[in-house]
């Protein structure tokens, strides 16, 4: 954990020790390949593309992400959902069904809850792009993330970024006034776990603390 | 990751024609919501992406008359939102709040969910002329040996209940063709689902000066509470002179491979008392020409009492 008095050591965070560990794995997948049989597992090995890959047909794309522009070189057939974790580095946002069956992918474009697995980056360009990441302030939890923890609004916590972000767009819609509506507004976000009481809970009390 | 495609951008509709050219390899991207998805399986395989969201079209207008122009590029959830159409067509406003989630909404275009694909797998691979195993959604109306699965949209099942039109622009000329002409039953070109020509864009639904649509209702059944495609759906308008039905229209949805009107239900609820007996009686007849499965015998008699459900939430309010 990180507070204050205990910093977490410069340069290292969750995600650069899984990113270096990914990395690690890669390597030691690989190496039995070079012994000679079919090595089952070598595909996964395959996938890995050299840091800083530009494919052929990549073109600039600036996007505005969590209020700051940055410029990437993507081809047009990325989805947004892919550029924000392969090409931004916020991987926040989860790859579900990447079909938009299950809202884990759920952003704000201009304010508006969209699945970003069936937006293009190319076509999001021009328009303010609110991933989860962009929800805190500084250390402080946004009051949606604070009532996730708060009620249990999690198991497994990989839909929870989407249900979050879902989450803010129905209480600012003006879709959180009872439970039968906050169900119906939130059904575009499925749970496996089955977390749903605790998530009822978590918008209910998310809706109440809301700050400005 | 699937095919490679070239995108541009165009901010007009002449723009927008002109680059698409007829081309079966050039799509038009509204929300993204069907294309990105199918693009995906493979089921489309574009060259080339027109990206049309800049093109002004997504006026949402009511007029005193009664009658009203939704621009194909107004979103799911503008129109839903509309207050002025909320009162004058409940069943358009029901029909898009009942369908997929707030965040599809949020993107899909009007013009484009008329243009969505049935979710089957005929129509979500690369091939479809792959075989496909009967199932409890397929559809009881017309069914041919290729395809049994229901058109998916339920806005459409409103508009057919309400004759509405659907503007086209091809090249200079445009032409206005009824909702009942612009879906065809799929028979041996299961991809064929409108008559749409090549090079055409959908510029907007006009909706006809119909007061008395305030008395309509959409009803949809499904397996899950929300976010579920129709098992059976009913759009019911009608118009009453002291307790008397006067007029109806009804349209039904998961049940055809288009969006399905009844005109033998329709003539038999005219000028019969609006009850529940005599809905019961006049909804009868939608069993009229249903053909069934093992798997889907239940859908005739799920369609009956859909009727009836609706017709006693149309009546309430057009009384």
């Known amino acids: 954990m990180s507070s204050p008095e205990n910093p977490p050591p410069e340069g290292s965070s969750r995600r650069t020790f899984l990113t270096q560990l990914t990395t690690l794995g890669a390597g030691v997948v690989a190496a039995p390949a070079l012994l000679a049989k079919p090595a089952p597992r070598t595909v996964v090995a395959e996938r890995v593309l050299p840091v800083g890959y530009v494919p052929p047909g990549a073109l600039d794309v600036t996007l505005r992400l969590n209020g700051a522009s940055r410029t990437f070189k993507l081809e047009p057939r990325t989805t947004l959902l892919d550029a924000l974790r392969e090409s931004a580095g916020l991987c926040g946002t989860k790859k579900g069904c990447d079909h938009g069956q299950c809202g884990a992918c759920t952003v704000h474009l201009d304010g508006k809850r969209v699945l970003s697995c069936l937006t293009l980056a190319i076509a999001a360009q021009g328009r303010e792009i609110t991933t989860i990441e962009g929800l805190a302030k500084g250390d402080q939890l946004h009051p949606m993330q604070q009532a996730f923890i708060e009620c249990d609004g999690f198991q497994c916590g990989f839909c929870t970024p989407g249900q979050i972000m879902s989450a803010t767009a129905c209480v600012k819609e003006g879709h959180a006034k009872n439970d039968e509506e906050i169900r119906e507004w939130m059904s575009g976000n499925l749970c496996r776990c089955g977390a749903y009481p605790g998530i009822l809970d978590a918008v209910k009390l998310g809706a109440k603390t809301k700050s400005a | ?319």
């Open chain 2, 1 to 319: 990751m699937s095919s490679p495609f070239a995108y541009e951008a165009v901010k007009t509709e002449a723009d927008a024609l002109r680059v698409q050219g007829g081309s079966p390899s050039t799509m038009y991207l509204a929300g993204g919501t069907t294309l990105i998805d199918l693009w995906k399986l493979g089921a489309l395989q574009p060259l080339k992406v027109v990206d049309i969201n800049a093109i002004p079209l997504a006026r949402i207008e009511v007029s005193a008359s009664g009658a009203a122009t939704l621009g194909a590029m107004a979103r799911m959830s503008d129109a839903a939102a509309h207050e002025e159409l909320a009162e004058r067509f409940p069943v358009v406003t029901e029909s898009l709040l009942l369908a997929a989630s707030p965040q599809i909404r949020n993107m899909a275009s009007l013009g484009g969910n008329l243009l969505q694909r049935p979710r089957s797998w005929t129509y979500r691979n690369p091939d479809p002329t792959l075989p496909e195993a009967p199932g409890r959604t397929d559809a009881i109306f017309g069914l041919s040996a290729k395809t049994q699965a229901p058109h998916p949209s339920d806005f459409a099942v409103a508009l057919t209940a309400l004759d509405a039109s659907i503007r086209l622009r091809r090249g200079a000329g445009e032409r206005l063709v009824r909702v009942s002409d612009f879906f065809r039953i799929p028979g041996d070109d299961p991809l064929r689902l409108t008559t749409m020509l090549p090079g055409e864009l959908i510029t907007a639904i006009e909706l006809p000066p119909m007061l008395w649509a305030r008395g309509s209702t959409y009803v949809k059944i499904r397996d899950r509470t929300s976010y579920q495609f129709a098992l059976v759906s009913v759009a019911a308008v009608l118009r009453l002179e002291d307790g008397v039905v006067k007029d109806a229209r009804i349209a039904a949805g998961g049940v055809g491979t288009k969006p399905w009107r009844l005109p033998l239900v329709e003539a038999a609820l005219a000028d019969q008392p609006a009850d529940e007996a005599a809905f019961a009686a006049a909804a009868a007849l939608c069993r009229e020409g249903a053909k069934t499965h093992a798997f889907n015998a239940a859908k005739p008699e799920l369609l009956e009492r859909t009727i009836v459900r609706a017709c006693l939430v149309a009546a309430s309010r057009g009384a």
